[in-house]
């Protein structure tokens, strides 16, 4: 049985992390929708960063989904083919500090994969994509051959198949999480 992980990045805990103090100019641009963008996307996209002068990690989902470059050549090497990727430069206005090796990521591919007759959750608002899950069951036969795709349940939830995870750690690349779907909170 193949196995899937949802991937966070929560970073060091004994040291400071970089974050996202604000994006421009993409105020009404959603990101979790699973398909191509239609929205007119300035290159690069600017992003500040917060003023503590942190640990860059390889991934930021804060209002915005970013990938470190090295982070998307593993995927890709690992046959992630559904990335719409776009330029970003990001900047410390602390330090003038600029990072150019992230770039956005649009995940094309929105997957209804949750068993939720053996998931744990609750749907405030009724919705099937607003779920708060306290465990997740993923239903394989809904997956298809995607490696990493959107939750249709919950969008925030990135999930990843286990070639792929393989692939990632296989890279050394470090602050990455890879939750079992059972034990995620999303």
């Known amino acids: 049985m193949t196995k899937y992980y949802m991937l966070e990045c929560y970073g060091p805990d004994d040291v400071e992390r ?4 604000q994006v421009e100019g993409l105020d009404d641009v959603n990101w979790m929708l699973g398909r ?4 007119s996307i300035p290159s690069p996209i600017r992003i500040t960063l917060d003023a503590d002068d942190g640990v860059m990690l390889p991934m930021f989902n804060s209002e915005i989904l970013l990938f470190s470059d090295a ?12 990335l719409d990727l776009y330029e970003c430069v990001l900047s410390n206005p602390v330090t003038g500090t600029t990072f150019t090796d992230y770039k956005a990521v649009n995940i094309i591919g929105l997957v209804a994969a949750a ?4 998931s744990k959750y609750q749907a405030p608002t009724g919705l ?30 990135i999930v990843v198949h286990e070639s792929v995870k393989r692939a990632v750690d296989a890279s ?15």
């Open 128 to 157: 099937v994509t607003d779920v708060d899950f306290d465990s997740l069951v993923i239903d394989q036969a809904r997956v298809g051959d995607l490696l990493l795709f959107r939750l249709a349940e919950c969008v925030s939830g």
């Open 36 to 39: 191509a963008l239609t929205d």
């Open 172 to 186: 050394g690349i470090p602050y990455l999480d890879w939750v079992d779907p059972r034990e995620w909170v999303g």
């Open 18 to 21: 970089a974050g996202i103090a």
């Open 71 to 82: 982070l998307i050549g593993v995927l890709e090497r690992a046959g992630v083919d559904n």
């Open 115 to 118: 068993d939720m007759g053996k």
